[in-house]
């Protein structure tokens, strides 16, 4: 389960590992040695060896030219999440403008951008679309599987509305996330600045990809389905007809109608998407952030350091902790919604698991969807408790520190990871460990068994039966 | 679901800025830039100028006159809770002397009081009527559903009697109080000290509105029901046959009997919703004096402070600590009553949701009944949890104290804070903090779930069955 | 639930109004003011004057002669437990000779000693008893309901086993309890010596009456039955017949048989009583030689005390932490036995209350026994979680030590209780403190919920069905 | 359920009496009194009789000569596992060379290595083998009991290809656990370096004899069975359709099949053996290692230690926790299989226990087997907890550091033993201590009472239905 986490940083390794020229192989020869001979030389001779070695590290980046992309980079999370926010904004979310400019100050927010009018049109479309939902579902009999169209589009509205909250706070956040970076200890090569962002634009273009793949085939499952139960002689009026039956449930079909569906459908089906991509590029984010520090810690473990740069890794992990809380402030709704959206999905798709499929594109659409809403939901939890892990990770060096530089601010610095709870939260209901995913497993199978008493095979073959992409 | 003390931090912000006259902009401009300069400045300059600070601002009060009530108030808990007390005794409740008072030694409990032996009288008028009940309820088969009216007068007698023991300590908790609230840094402004009374006595308001609105529903809702269900040719006798059933089941009609029963059932409804409302009252309170102290903390966050201003600051939030648990010994089994009858109510009416509503009369007075429920559920919750996540938001400014005023004092007083508990608990079973939303929303869930396997549809215009107002 | 602990301490209270002499009461009022000066006074001249006041407390006992039990009492556990072990021995268990001797140095085991012997006899004679029960249940069908007698005869076993071990353990124990007990600083009057003795006895007294009572009804109730069920003209018989189904399933009636299945009926009912009330009787042992340290420290709240002091109050502390370990490695088990045994009960019990009952004097007997069950679970949990309460309370004395008085040994001793774990534990599975007790509640709700949709109403009337005492 | 780790510990003390020599009885006698003295003594002195002690001491083992093996072992753990991992070999895992070797520095792994190719051609033939249960279970209806093939299979594959992985990193792994013992305070007599290789050795040899057992009653109840439903005339072809049914539902009967499906049933039981054993092991590795550095503390308890004594120890404890991390970081997965499979096992078992059973041969079998599982999920359960409990254990000897000698290191020392949670993990989703076993008790229950509800009684005499060995 910690496959995710795990792949990348082999990628990582390998790629270390064909980058690094031979001098800095030799410079971390040199280190090793050094930090060997640092338990019986005094601190002081080794800081000044410690300077020169930074300095001839500082010479390294003009050197390693393999990648386009690494060079460009400067680490900020501003910078890696640009075109995350662009794909957004396409989609009618998080109209922010200047997501792609160099520098945080460029981002602003108004009212009467057009990208801030947009959004609020499709909010507007998004509430016209729940209503006809909400009117289709209460003229039926409710169950635990029928109010899924109300739960779905629902959701989807309430994370459009906040996102449309979070754009406003974002200059600010962005400026916030800046100060914190531009303070803490920097990476001295490429390769470190470049990692964040490929990883997060690795997690975005894969979730897109697997969500597009979905859409297609829920499509050619709903085509499938929709020529069986020829309610007129057009097909692609059959087609459109099943999966915005909510509309049509009020109105007389016709082709705008039909468009404005599909429309709302890809819209609705991304957004529903990308807000659990949302929470795991955030949570790379601060997890990155925490590594920084705990590289830096790394490199120094076990040596003879002096009080001053313990206090400065101290405020740098504090200002980290303040990030940490500012942001699960900012999106800890969106992470609430997209953590019980995933549960109540989970259980109602095991559910229907029960069913006999009715073809093999049924099945094959069926069993994909149901393997990626797992996969999305692990991968969500694992990427949020790295935050959480990462920020405890501070402890293993702070053990190390020698008797000899023991000093009152490593107490304290101590003190402070032990006792604080660095994670991200839905709503300060619960925080985002790797102990929750136990919890929401054991609460998925828990529900299951009870749920499957009230199950009675649906015939999916049944035309009249609301049938939902 | 942070929404409702959201809601009124931002009424606060807005009403701070319209007040703030623009010397008070000024000297906070001052503060800002002192602040600033505070880390390379010596601790001992900056107090003076803090000093004269202080000065001017002792004399900005007589300036801002915009409200009229904000002038009155000393920021007391004595006094915003004076009127809350009042109509609680208007409903035989907690028949405390003296609740309007200016001063808390002004309060005094005695037996001979009218308003206690008025109290008594409810009493033992309650314990009747609970008898009635009881022995309508052993004499019919005994389900989850059909011991709601037990529960029900059962919890609102048990509130009596320790509302009751509760008016006996109040003088004396009310004392010791009024000891702690003026020991803390004081508000400089009205707006301040306004605060907290303002939030009381919206949350009363809103409170027995909603109550009110809920109770006129339900008459509308019975009389509806009563006047399908002929008994007799009254209608008025139908209606009192159908809501006090527990009285005429064991006498024949009489206008005296009907009249005491609806008292007892208004006054009945208003105590179960007054326990939770209380709950929320001294939550308030107790909150709002740990934000006192958190707001003077945070005006001095990052500053050189001397030991003596945080061995103060300590004992202040020992204070407070020690109110907390004071209050909590006193109220923990109005609390304890006040949780597991919202979880029983909803288990209950959730359950009954799944009923078909037989009138538009019921199916709103049913909905609104639910939504207030949970709503009222949440907001005791919310609120009560507030208490304890305001006494950890001590650590936010103690993690800001700069090396070098890190003194042994701060260090006792974050370690406190760290290790103590500080939260309203039911009975030291269990604690009120945000975690426990979520445990008791899934044992809702859970519970519900498998409740649903023993519901059988309910015909409600069974005109023999028991309704309960 | 509270009220088990509380009406003692009031009662205590109460007590020490009347038998407290003028002269003490004075010493109080110096007390008092001598506190309040403290905060002003040197730590010195304090000190002289609290010796003094030590003289003349020292002469007080003397002059309160008003009870003669309160006069004996040295305090010590080994004196109040004594005749309770005494009447265990009486029902064969615990062999220990010497329990009701003045010092625990005259304690002693031996396999040879009568007691023994009669132990190992009415071992033997269970074990053959327990196989009978075993026989007879494995020759029906097996459920929730019917593995009761062998529920209830193994866990009587087995804890009789336990005991005879722990009675071997127990010389050395109460040596170890002495040597802590007489380092402890001491009670200055008879009467704080003579509380726990008495808690004691009282608890030892309402659980032998209640049980006492509860087996009277039992056999009301089977005599009731078998008269009903007659299988042989011999009422007598009948009712024998009936209680000892499991002997006279593989033996013909024999007068001698009848006899012996009663005593083991009757010390297996006792014993099964005997190991929730052995549990709370050291739990009140443990809890008071907690408070007994903490009634020292708030005699001394808030003054400047000498780290000496705070030096011993910690390894007396820490003795009674080890004497806390050894007693939980000791009787653990039986914590663990008697805990699920009162959980399964309560399930089957429960269960059962939804059958119709035949008769009247089945009804008062099946209530009275069910809530005898669930008070005495009750008081098991609240008694062994006031260890844990004492234990934390002394914290709330750490934290009003002034700044002056604030040395390594109280910082030590204030980190030691938070962080050390005192409670009384189930084999360390689980821990015995409050909030234990909303857990095996919710845990019984749960599991009540699910087994209700598996009842069957049997009809207990029904001759042939197997009838359990 | 502590009995498996007490009773070793009774038959090692029991050993330790009879090995002990009188000399060492009076050296104990010596320290006991010096002990008791250098609570007045001061520390210079007692230290050079410590110092004269060791020396006796060290001349102690070569007197005692009573077990030869004994004296071989040097108390490392690479020799306590070496045949274990020569079993383990042979059964096609775990393929390192040298693993009975002196040194761990002699241990290898290699590709080319002929039992890294048995062991790839056994994942090859077990990757086929899951193949064709796969099938099977698919083409028949799915339920919570048919899976158990594929769960069974498919843990087993898991195993598998994670013991490869580990395989690579043994050979580090076992130098970095020589680094830390070399390290830790070594013992002082051929016993204490005994224990640990001993403990292993019985783990493995009961686990193993008991594995053994359990499969020859389940050929002798499959044999049975197979008899009874002649499919053809040949008895043991017969028995072997039966117990591969998954090879014979795509191939027609043939010899060489029948083979390959016997050694891959013996070699999977094995395996699904061998890792709680292998996690028990490891487990008890760790905790001995623990438990070395307590019995060197214990040996100086309330001692006037140096600082130097307890930052040495400090940093002993703390590379056992490095230690403990690793080797959980290396073996988690299994642990996760294994807690699992149990899990799922138990549930499986304990639900087909309602079935009636058809034979003498299958009640035997399927109720060894259940207890069988029972024991060994405990044994794994308590033995990996024991790694936890033997780390919380060091602080019983750090409480009682007397006042003199509290110093920086010894609280550093406590701090860190009490924030650090050491122990075994299921892929840090849950922790292994003595909780879990009551919360896997609970769950295990929970699933049962709801399970049983789907429950049908199958009849095992009906030869059409799979039968799974």
């Known amino acids: 389960m910690k496959i995710l986490p795990k792949l990348e940083r082999k990628l990582r390794r390998l790629r270390k590992k064909v980058t690094r020229t031979s001098l800095v192989r030799k410079l971390d020869l040199v280190h090793e040695s050094a930090r060997k001979k640092a338990f019986q030389e005094s601190c002081e001779t080794y800081k000044n060896q410690i300077k020169t070695e930074y300095e001839l590290r500082n010479k390294v980046p003009k050197l390693s030219k393999s990648n386009k992309e690494a060079f460009i ?15 957004a904004e396409f989609f009618a979310m998080m109209p922010v403008k200047g997501v792609t400019g160099k520098h945080p100050s460029n981002l602003s927010f108004s009212w009467r951008n057009i990208r801030t009018c947009f959004c609020v049109v499709f909010i507007a479309s998004s509430v016209v679309n729940f209503g006809l939902s909400l009117f289709k579902v209460l003229n039926n009999p409710i169950s635990f599987n029928s109010i899924k169209p109300i739960i779905f589009r629902g959701s989807v509205l309430l994370v459009l509305i906040v996102a449309l909250k979070l754009a406003r706070q974002w200059p600010q956040l962005m400026m916030f996330w800046h100060t914190v970076e531009k303070d803490l200890p920097q ?19 894969v979730g897109m990809m697997l969500s597009f793949a979905e859409h297609i085939l829920s499509m050619i499952s709903a085509i499938n389905y929709a020529s069986f139960c020829n309610r007129t002689a057009d097909p692609i009026q059959n087609y459109f007809l099943r999966t915005n039956d909510e509309i049509f449930f009020v109105a ?5 109608l039909a468009l404005w569906g599909k429309f709302q459908n890809v819209y609705s089906t991304f957004i529903w998407n ?3 991509m949302f929470v795991m590029i955030v949570s790379i984010g601060l997890a990155s952030k925490f590594r920084q ?6 490199n ?9 740069y313990w206090s400065e890794r101290r405020i740098q992990y504090r200002n980290i902790c303040i990030l940490c809380d500012k942001m699960d402030d900012a999106i800890s709704l969106i992470t609430m919604v997209s953590f019980s959206n995933n549960l109540y999905f989970i259980c109602v798709q095991l559910l229907r698991s029960l069913n006999t499929m009715p073809s093999v594109a049924h099945a094959v659409y069926f069993y994909f969807s149901l393997i990626f809403l797992i996969g999305r939901t692990l991968a969500v939890s694992l990427y949020s408790a790295s935050v959480h892990d990462e920020s405890r990770l501070t402890l293993r060096y702070l053990r190390c520190v020698p008797k000899e530089s023991w000093c009152p601010e490593v107490k304290r610095f101590t003190e ?17 460990t790797r102990k929750l995913v136990l919890s929401v497993a054991g609460t998925i199978v828990t529900y299951e068994l009870v749920l499957i008493q009230f199950h009675e095979d649906n015939d999916l073959w049944d035309c009249d039966q609301s049938y939902y992409s």
């Open 73 to 87: 980079s400067d680490g900020s999370f501003h910078q890696a999440v640009g075109r995350v926010l662009l794909v």
């Open 187 to 205: 990476y001295k090569t490429q390769l470190g600045k470049w990692k964040m962002g490929h990883t997060i634009s690795m997690v975005m273009l």
């Open 252 to 256: 007389s079909y016709s082709t705008p």
């Open 274 to 276: 990308y807000m659990d």
């Open 293 to 298: 520090l705990n590289d830096d810690l790394r």
């Open 300 to 308: 120094f473990k076990g040596l003879n350091m002096s009080p001053t």
């Open 416 to 432: 402070e990871v032990i006792s604080d709870q660095v994670a991200l939260s839905g709503m300060k209901f619960f925080h985002l």
